[in-house]
């Protein structure tokens, strides 16, 4: 309720606030057209008058003056403008087209800085000869005076004062004609002025506030003024654009408030900086991806299976078999995922392999295998498209090292960073960083002793490959070990031995890293290559282990296909037996099918629901080990440093314990890894992913929770950079990694006969092709036939690697292209700077220099060849920095010798009054081509 | 005035509430109350942010230069360090924030201020002159195109789009 009542008192300000705008734009629309009417009257009187009245009392203009500047410069500035301006109206109108043309070229040269200055005398001007029609012509309303001026102003700097003298004209004699075509337009660029506003970093909200009040005020106007002439349609049209824009912005608000954990995620990104909001990113990332998956796979596979299939007990694969009915419901073979865990949905075993399920013909077998590939379709056109974007956003890759120093100087502060702590961190990370860039830059590379560098860096790799060999072979033997004890009686083994694979895998990744740091230490890299080596192993160590892990498996797999050959073999010879026994014993040959309990049925070791089984165990278990290291390494750590430091002989906070710091790589890294597991463990146990959406969510807010309550800061805060990228470039590496063996089991192995989607068939993939040959005309049958022909595949994958080949050398052509350009810039602008210090003293022997050189005309084209030639990378993909490029070669003003430098150098200044203080000199004459 | 600025309606609701807790009590009937530059920067946001005195004043619009900030300066702030913010707009901002005596360039002396702002007040983690010059003269180097010993918006510009993570550390997020 209270709530409720403070919102709408919020609601009510801001209301207020707004009609407040609304007024004074009311206020300020009234004034100026007073003054107007002002003006006119007294438009005899001398010159100079007007120019002191126009400075005391004309507010309005000046203030629209100064909106109308984009880039607000200090007051001097102000002031110069404004006798500028001043000096302008001076000007009688025959001399006026002169000052003009003046002024063009003036605001040509200091473009860049200053485009508004230029705008705004102009507009001025152009309100004065309103004025001066409003004199003649006094027939014309309010409103539509107001809104050419309003368009004049718009069109500002680059109409001529000669086009206007001449539009005058125009509108005095036909008003009408023109005038709907040129209201139109000009509707079009205030939205588009709307639109962009936001994008100009003007002074002064309540400045743009004004602005933007007064463009809809003026286009209010238009619709009624276009209703007036009978396009009742066009007003519809604005109103119904305006209603759009409204929606669209309210749809935006919505989608930002659907994004989960924005405000959780910010909280993080201001206590510790972006890097480690950047794991938090990634990980809401990750739970997004999941979602989808997990919404394919249940909606797809395990919902139909569900509603429509056969109920539990029906058939045997769905029933506990009776030797393991006593213990299917204890915790402790549930917990393993045996009992009934095993005999559900979330495993390849339960799935039955009847063609169509349900009264809706439900394909499941289809289904299953169609999804099961297709989440790695997904998977793969979404990263890769997430990595495009990335790329694109950051763009650039070119030029590193160039401005190492100033990205130092201007970039390094995060000013995320909200906590008194990690700023002072931060400030020393900067210090740091700085004086090392000195010292590497005065001594760029100091090799003193390289060969116990080098030695001791061999011996650190191959420190690191023992230990990587030696975890993989860890690995493998626990796995041949875990097969031996899954022949035993389950009953007389430990939990231990039961879970050793698990145990012995996450404990592996637990403890290596850290040795690999260690290690690391030896080779005394700078902290950021280190970080790269520290990242490399890893992913090799988890990548290492995961493949141990399946080949192992494969192994094993292979065993149970064996035995259910044997058993498959045995079972059909029983029935036949029976089925001869049966006719022989009554002497009949319809032989009623025999009868079994489900449970009692001989089946197969349903080689896909081991593996699944394996995956989801070591998925839980790796949960497990995460959250527990969360809990003792950061929290129990944390609460005995900050609760023992009290009677302690040494200060643990700043001491050897001292609190836990965010491991971003390596939790990203395992994240990743999880995510393969996913991947390859989807197909066999369609639960997975379910699971591992859980997981997400929990890690998600445990994480959330302590990172905030017991991790502190990095010393060297990493900023977050493209790192992201090199997150999905990892993350795509492990989908292509998991890819494989799913794709290899499903392609060459015979999938169990009594059990899954897929039992009776060859292959797995033979569903494709039942599916094509009996469900769908013959025609596409052939056409797939001719399609799968080898005569067909091979000139296409031949086409590909030339597409791929042709396209590379492309993209290096570009690449020579931008080296070239570069090249091009640097001696444009060197020849530049030559031009400018030489200009007074040597301005003659440059010239005859010039005139000297074969291949002076060889000097211009630069300007024009920058921007022709550099649309075409930028078209190329790279579009964010070369079209950055672009405009900067766009506002450069003056191609290095389109103006000789004699012609800029003189004369403007006699209107210019006073010459700039330096400052401003020098900004004016740095042009703005960088 | 989403048009206005980079904010999503939730946001400037929250701004608006953060502002209003900043004012006193017989202030917050007023439309156009200024916050003075004392309070402003006691916002946990700001709070260890070293440019916090400068960020207050670029963005103030207030007569006398006090650095007090109404609420629409509040909200030009947050939306110049908004997520959505452009390049473009955020780099016009650092260099005006960069700019500590106002004058459209950064000299020497704004940068040595700059880089005593990055590092800290404390005086063991200060540089030394000869560091600091050797500093600034690479940066120099680097970014003053047009060799006249400063470095002005457009370079400045041209610097910053390079940097691959300038934007996503120009932030601040209420």
Request: net charge neutral.
């Amino acid at each position: 309720m209270l709530l409720h009542f403070q919102y709408q008192t919020l609601c009510k300000k801001i209301i207020y606030i707004c009609m407040c705008v609304c007024v004074c734009v009311l206020d300020e629309a009234r004034r100026r057209s007073k003054n107007r009417r002002a003006k006119a009257q007294r438009k005899t009187k001398q010159v100079s008058d007007d120019e002191d009245e126009e400075e005391d009392e004309d507010e309005a203009p000046r203030k629209r003056g100064r909106r109308k500047r984009t880039k607000p410069q200090d007051s001097d500035q102000d002031d110069e403008e404004d006798k500028r301006r001043v000096r302008q109206k001076g000007a009688k109108a025959p001399r006026r087209k002169a000052a003009n043309e003046e002024r063009d070229e003036e605001s040509e040269e200091d473009q860049g800085k200053r485009k508004k200055g230029g705008r705004a005398p102009s507009k001025q001007e152009k309100e004065d000869q309103n004025k001066e029609k409003k004199g003649n012509v006094k027939g014309k309303d309010e409103t539509n005076k107001g809104s050419e001026k309003d368009k004049k102003k718009k069109n500002g700097k680059q109409t001529s004062s000669s086009e206007d003298e001449s539009e005058d004209e125009s509108d005095e004699e036909s008003m009408s004609e023109g005038e709907i075509a040129a209201l139109k337009e000009q509707v079009e660029e205030k939205k588009k002025l709307i639109a962009t506003l936001r994008n100009k970093p003007w002074r002064m909200k309540r400045r743009l506030v004004l602005l933007k009040e007064a463009q809809e005020f003026v286009e209010k106007f238009e619709g009624a003024l276009g209703k007036g002439r009978g396009k009742k349609l066009y007003a519809f049209k604005v109103m119904m654009t305006k209603k759009l824009i409204k929606f669209n912005r309210d749809f935006e608000n919505f989608k930002t408030a659907c994004i989960p954990w924005e405000r959780k995620i910010k909280e993080v990104e201001s206590h510790f900086g972006s890097s480690v909001a950047s794991y938090f990113i990634f990980l809401r990332w990750m739970y997004g991806l999941n979602l989808i998956l997990f919404g394919f796979m249940f909606g797809l596979v395990v919902l139909p299976e569900v509603l429509m299939g056969l109920p539990y007990g029906s058939i045997p694969r769905k029933t506990v078999p009776r030797s393991e009915q006593d213990t299917a419901m204890d915790f402790s073979v549930l917990f393993d995922f045996g009992g009934y865990c095993k005999y559900s949905i979330l495993f390849y075993g339960y799935y039955n392999n009847e063609r169509n399920i349900g009264v809706l013909k439900f394909r499941l077998p289809l289904s299953y295998l169609l999804t099961g590939v297709g989440i790695f379709g997904y998977s793969l056109m979404v990263v890769i498209r997430t990595m495009a974007r990335n790329a694109n956003e950051g763009g650039d890759g070119g030029d590193e090292g160039e401005f190492t120093f100033s990205w130092k100087m201007f970039t390094s502060w995060d000013y995320l960073i909200g906590n008194p702590e990690t700023a002072d961190n931060k400030y020393a990370s900067i210090t740091t960083s700085f004086k090392e860039s000195i010292v590497d830059e005065k001594e760029n590379q100091k090799d003193e002793n390289i060969h116990l560098q080098r030695f001791l860096r061999i011996l650190a790799n191959i420190m690191i490959l023992c230990c990587l060999g030696g975890s993989g072979y860890l690995i493998y033997f626990v796995v041949k070990r875990s097969q031996d004890f899954a022949k035993m009686d389950p009953a007389s083994l430990t939990w231990f031995q039961k879970n050793e694979v698990e145990f012995v895998m996450s404990l592996l990744g637990l403890v290596c890293p850290p040795l690999f740091e260690t290690i690391a230490e030896l080779e005394d890299y700078h902290p950021r290559i280190a970080l790269k080596w520290q990242l490399g192993r890893i992913f090799a160590l988890f990548l290492g282990n995961l493949y141990t892990f399946l080949f192992a498996l494969f192994d094993e797999v292979n065993d149970k296909l064996e035995t259910e050959q044997e058993l498959k073999n045995a079972t059909e010879w029983a029935i036949h037996e029976y089925n001869a026994n049966y006719s022989s014993y009554y002497n009949t040959t319809d032989v009623p099918p025999l009868v079994v309990n489900p449970a009692d049925a001989v089946r197969g070791p349903c080689w896909e629901t081991a593996v699944g089984i394996e995956f989801v165990k070591l998925i839980v278990s790796d949960m497990q080990v995460t959250f527990l290291t969360i809990l003792i390494g950061d929290f129990a750590r944390a609460i005995i440093v900050r609760f023992l430091n009290y009677c302690w002989c040494w200060d643990l906070e700043a001491g050897f314990p001292s609190y836990a710091e965010f491991d971003i790589s390596g939790n990203v890294l395992g994240l990743i890894f999880n995510q393969g597991m996913i991947w390859m463990g989807a197909f066999y146990a369609p639960g997975l992913v379910g699971l591992n959406v859980l997981r997400l969510l929990t890690s998600m807010y445990f994480q959330c929770w302590a990172v905030m309550a017991c991790n502190v800061p990095h010393e060297r805060v990493f900023k977050a950079s493209r790192s992201n990228n090199f997150y999905m470039g990892l993350l795509l590496l492990v989908l292509f990694l998991s890819l494989l063996p799913v794709v290899y089991t499903i392609m060459t192995l015979p999938p169990s006969f009594d059990c899954g989607p897929f039992s009776g068939q060859d292959r797995m993939y033979d569903v494709v092709m039942e599916t094509i040959t009996q469900d769908l005309p013959a025609f596409i049958g052939t056409i797939f036939t001719y399609a799968t022909n080898p005569g067909l595949i091979m000139p296409a994958v031949l086409l590909m690697v030339l597409a791929i080949y042709y396209l590379n050398t492309v993209s290096k052509g570009y690449q020579q292209a931008n080296l070239d350009l570069k090249k091009k810039m640097k001696m444009a602008r060197d020849e530049e700077k030559n031009r400018r210090n030489n200009k007074d003293s040597t301005n003659q022997v440059m010239k005859d220099l010039e005139d000297l050189l074969p291949n002076k005309s060889l000097i211009p084209p630069p300007t024009e060849e920058d921007k022709s030639t550099k649309m075409k990378p930028g078209s190329a993909g790279k579009g964010v920095n070369l079209q950055k490029e672009v405009s900067l070669a766009a506002t450069n003003p003056r191609g290095p010798v389109a103006h000789p430098p004699r012609a800029r150098g003189g004369p403007p200044g006699h209107l210019r009054g006073p010459l700039p203080g330096p400052g401003r000199g020098r900004g004016r004459g740095a042009p703005p081509r960088t | 005035n989403q048009e206005l600025t980079f904010l999503t309606k939730q946001e400037i609701l929250l701004a608006h509430k953060r502002f209003t807790e900043l004012l006193e009590k017989h202030e917050k009937e007023q439309i156009d109350a200024r916050v003075p530059i004392g309070r402003i920067i006691t916002l946990p946001e700001l709070k260890s942010n070293p440019f916090k005195e400068r960020i207050c004043q670029v963005f103030s619009t207030s007569e006398q230069k006090d650095g007090s900030l109404t609420f629409e300066d509040f909200l030009d702030l947050l939306s110049a360090f908004s997520d959505s913010a452009t390049l473009e707009i955020k780099s016009h901002y650092a260099f005006r924030i960069f700019d500590f005596d106002d004058d459209g360039t950064l000299d020497c002396a704004d940068l040595e201020k700059l880089v005593n702002c990055l590092t800290g007040e404390t005086n063991d983690a200060k540089l030394s002159s000869t560091e600091m010059k050797q500093l600034i003269s690479n940066i120099l180097e680097e970014s003053d195109i047009d060799k006249d010993g400063t470095v002005n918006l457009s370079e400045f510009q041209h610097v910053i789009s390079r940097s691959p993570d300038f934007v996503s550390s120009f932030k601040i997020v209420l």
